[in-house]
């Protein structure tokens, strides 16, 4: 093929999405891998799996298994550090010098402020009839937790990310974890629950296949999953959702106050302009637990109010792969003709 080829790669702690997209902007094939947080499984095995997933996707496409792609976007979870960030580069390249002709790699929060417009956010709110500011922020609400900040003047802002033991607040393992020690908290007496725990008890004995609290352990411990025990959270969405149990409903809501405070935390690092644009703050929400906006909303919309006058948070239509094949092209100066307005919509309108 004569073409510019590009591919863009979503890593996330439980899945990683994969999009080829050629010089003219036609993807040309998406796929879904693993986990490629190399935090979690380890730079070896995080490399391996992105070779794999990328010769997997060029087979699906049709593509000669010869051909080196022209550039690769990788914006994943647990790639914060730029020096780390470029050290990957390098590696990667240097072990797969016939897959790329060159690599770039940001953090999983970069992606999709990318898929949503290549000038943070402006063409995608321009279909609101209006011109807004350049810039945004993003808010991350998956397996882990994570937010960050883009201003008119390129300065950034961050809060969160810093995994399951220092942070990932409002994020699938952070309520499926708060559910199981309110569980174990109330039943040995120790911080009484003012909901009854009987329904989470039963879905958290059923989710790990055990008989009791002593068995839940096992998967804490010597086998713990993080994308195994954060799959309790949709089954506490849907008991709050359908069985309007009070337990499972404060846990979403008490989720949504948090992510309320992880704007608000960077409020003083927010560009006056953003905050005065006709439609407030822009906010791109991205992650599972977002599925579940019923239940965060309120808790949300208390954890903002006295402190934001609006803001408009928008959901992702698309993969933020798109954003990181963008990246990936426009780290060999090459701009990707993607039609960006058509990758968003607006999922909550808030006005105080």
Sequence with gaps: MGEKIFCGIEGGASVS??????????VLCTLEGPSSNYLLVGIEECQKRLADMI????????????TI??????????????????EFERNFMRKHPNMIKNCFVASDTVGPLYTASPKGLARTLFKLLFKPPKGGLVLIAGTGSNSLLINPDGTTGR?????????????????SLKAVKTVFDDEDNLVKCPYDVSKVKELMLQHFK???????????????????????????????T????????????????????????????????????ETGLPIVCVGSVFKSWHLLQQGFVDGIKNHYEKCTLMTLTCSAAIGAAYLGAKATNFDLPIDHTKNTSILFSYKS
């Excluded at 809060?159 to 309520?175: F, N, Q, R, T």
């Design 55 to 66: 010769e997997q996707a060029k087979e699906k496409a049709g593509i000669n298994g010869d």
């Design 17 to 26: 999405k994969l999009i080829l997209v050629s010089g003219k902007g036609d």
């Design 242 to 277: 359908k069985d309007k149990d009070p337990l499972c409903c404060d846990l979403f809501y008490e989720a949504g106050k948090v992510l309320g405070r992880m704007v608000v935390a960077l409020k003083p690092k927010v560009h006056k302009e953003l905050l005065e644009s």
């Design 210 to 240: 055990v008989v009791d609290k002593f068995g839940i352990l096992e998967h804490s411990y010597a086998n713990f999953n993080k994308t195994s025990f954060a799959g309790l959270c949709a089954k506490l969405a849907e008991a709050a």
């Design 159 to 175: 809060c969160g990310g810093w995994g399951h033991l220092l942070g990932d607040e409002a994020s699938a393992m952070w309520i």
């Design 69 to 86: 792609l022209d550039g690769l976007g990788l914006c994943m979870s647990g790639c914060e550090e730029e020096e780390a960030n470029r």
